[in-house]
C-alpha cells in the first residue's frame, strides 16, 4: 500500500511484544538532516513508548545514505544489538544517482541481514520532492521512522520467539 493511501504512523499498538530486554542500534544520516533527524525522533520516541530501555538503544551518526550499511556493520561489530534501524532519504534530482544509492543501501542491508541473521531495517525514504520527504517525515503520511521502530520491535520479537521454541509466530493451531 502506498503511503498516499496510510498513514505511516497508525499501528496496533495492543499487538506489540515487550522490548525491554532487547537492544536497539539506530544508525542515521546526516545527509537532508531536516528530514532524518524528524525520522529519528520519530524512531527513537517509538521505541522509548514501547518499553525500550534507553541503554539499549545505541545510535551511531553517518555522513550520508550511502555510508548506512557501513555505520550499522561497525555498530554491530561493537555493540550487542538484536535488531539495527537504518535512517536515511535520497531525494531525486536531476540525475538517478537516487536509484544507485538506495539499490546499494538496501542490498547491503539485505545481505548483512541474511549473513549475520540480525534484521536491520531499511528505513530510508526515497522521495522524488522535498514536500514528499516532509509528508512522510512527520507530515500528513505520518512518520517513516515511527513505522521503522514498529517494524525493528516486530522483527527483533520473531527472532526471540523462534529461540523460545515457538514455531507458530502469527497462526495459532
Not at 548506512?68 to 536515511?88: H, S
Not at 520532492?129 to 512518520?143: I, V
Request: hydrophobic residues 35%.
Amino acid at each position: 500500500m502506498s503511503s498516499k493511501d496510510k498513514n505511516l504512523s497508525q499501528y496496533d499498538e495492543t499487538n506489540l511484544p515487550d522490548i525491554s530486554k532487547f537492544s536497539f542500534g539506530i544508525v542515521v544520516s546526516d545527509w537532508n538532516e531536516k528530514i532524518t533527524h524528524a525520522l529519528y525522533e520519530g524512531c527513537y520516541d517509538t521505541l522509548l513508548k514501547h518499553g525500550a530501555n534507553k541503554d539499549n538503544i545505541h545510535t551511531v551518526q553517518v555522513p550520508g545514505t550511502f555510508e548506512l550499511p557501513q555505520g550499522a556493520r561497525i555498530l554491530a561489530k561493537n555493540k550487542t544489538i538484536d535488531v539495527t534501524i537504518c535512517i536515511g532519504c535520497v531525494i531525486k534530482g536531476e540525475t538517478s544517482h537516487n536509484e544507485y544509492i538506495n539499490m546499494s543501501v538496501a542490498q547491503s542491508l539485505q545481505n548483512m541481514a541474511l549473513a549475520s541473521a540480525k534484521p536491520f531495517i531499511f528505513g530510508v525514504l526515497t522521495p522524488n520532492t522535498m514536500q514528499q520527504a516532509l509528508d512522510r517525515a512527520g507530515g500528513k503520511y505520518g512518520n517513516k521512522g515511527v513505522e521503522a521502530a514498529v517494524t525493528a520491535i516486530r522483527m527483533a520479537a520473531i527472532d526471540s520467539e523462534l529461540k523460545g521454541g515457538n514455531s507458530t509466530i502469527g497462526f495459532g493451531h
